[in-house]
């Protein structure tokens, strides 16, 4: 059973407009979450993050979202560009410890010059 | 070099031969994960080291699978008889025990024919 759910597997977006990457979690201990971008024959890197005690983690063109009561999460990227095309993965942990991440399957962002 | 490495980045080997897989990690980083990546899935949690404790193998899909680490350094995934399913990316990441935030090896990509 899926803890961390990454429904869309794919999304394409024009290059200056909005990315918006969705991530839903079922496990309400989950507290910390974690956005994490990957290109091919790459091993992942840490994007932005977010503790569950906001609503709200800002970053550059990179802002997360977190909606606790409906277990939702997303990634906005504004504005997209070329080099943003990515596999992004959502990740979940219960924070303040050093346990493994959960993962979701991720979408593959693809941004149209 | 300054971030995690992985030997060999490409294996492949045939059905019933064990395969080693290494993972240098970031220096001063106590813990260490390692994840797998089949086609098309997200990363799947394997084992977790922290330092000298006991490793948390939970994650191990079965016991052909075992993982060494020596303290905080060099960490080695074996699987022993492999089996075409085995075929995936195996990712390595570490942390300090400060952060959430783990980094991620380029991986290892292991085929099995």
Not at chain 1, 69 to 95: E, N, R, T, W
Not at chain 2, 20 to 27: A, K
Not at chain 2, 30 to 43: F, N
Not at chain 2, 57 to 79: M, Y
Request: glycine residues 8%; contains cysteine.
């Amino acid at each position: 059973d899926q803890q961390v759910k990454q429904n869309s597997p794919s999304l394409s977006v024009q290059e200056g407009r909005i990315s918006i990457l969705n991530c839903d979690y079922t496990n309400s201990m989950f507290d910390y979450f974690l956005w994490y971008k990957k290109y091919p024959a790459e091993g992942p890197t840490f994007l932005i993050s977010i503790s569950s005690i906001k609503d709200k983690n800002e970053d550059g063109r990179f802002t997360v979202f977190l909606n606790k009561s409906a277990k939702h999460l997303s990634l906005h990227i504004v504005p997209s560009q070329p080099g943003d095309s990515a596999v992004y993965f959502c990740a979940a942990k219960i924070g303040g410890s050093q346990g493994n991440l959960i993962f979701g399957k991720g979408t593959k962002l693809s941004v149209k010059p | 070099g300054a971030g995690v490495s992985q030997s060999p980045s490409n294996k492949v080997t045939e059905k019933g031969k064990d395969v080693e897989l290494r993972c240098d990690p970031i220096s001063g980083h106590t813990a260490l994960y390692w994840y797998r990546q089949r086609l098309g899935q997200g990363l799947e949690f394997l084992i977790y080291f922290q330092g000298n404790s006991a490793p948390d193998k939970s994650g191990l899909p079965s016991d052909r699978f075992s993982a060494e680490r020596t303290g905080e350094s060099v960490s080695t995934l074996t699987i022993q008889r492999t089996q075409q399913e085995d075929s995936a990316v195996y990712l390595c990441a570490t942390a300090t025990d400060k952060y959430n935030e783990q980094f991620f090896g380029p991986g290892t990509r292991l085929t099995v024919l």
